[in-house]
């Protein structure tokens, strides 16, 4: 089992910056994936980036491409979003999730942070 805790979400202006945590517990992670989600009220979860825990390969979604920053920490097992030049429109629960490198579906989530961004 791997634990996933997420926190740093909050209330932001439009062009502002967040930085969000998922401390992970439970596993070894080096044979892990970590990726963030969102799901915006009335929409679908969605994929927002991901790194491999082992080598720090990372894949965006276009939507944050050049504004999103996805990073680990392997001492503490941490894993960020950082998030630059917000929009109203990624007003969203973030959701961190993990899974191991040879499996499709995530299969560990945490509660979810809530992410507001004001116009």
């Known amino acids: 089992q791997v634990q996933l805790v997420e926190s740093g979400g909050g209330l932001v202006q439009a062009g502002g910056s967040l930085r969000l945590s998922c401390a992970a517990s439970?596993?070894?992670?080096?044979?892990?994936?970590m990726a963030w989600f969102r799901q915006a009220p009335g929409k679908e979860r969605e994929f927002v980036a991901r790194?491999?825990?082992?080598?720090?390969?990372?894949n965006y979604a276009d939507f944050v491409k050049g504004r999103f920053t996805i990073s680990k920490d392997n001492a503490k097992n941490t894993v960020y979003l950082q998030m630059t030049s917000l929009k109203t429109e990624d007003t969203a629960v973030y959701y961190c999730?993990?899974?191991?490198?040879?499996?499709?579906?995530?299969?560990?989530w945490g509660q979810g942070t809530q992410v507001t961004v004001s116009s």
């Open positions: 790194i491999t825990w082992t080598g720090g390969n990372t």
């Open positions: 999730a993990a899974r191991t490198i040879t499996t499709i579906s995530y299969n560990y």
């Open positions: 439970g596993r070894t992670l080096s044979t892990y994936v």
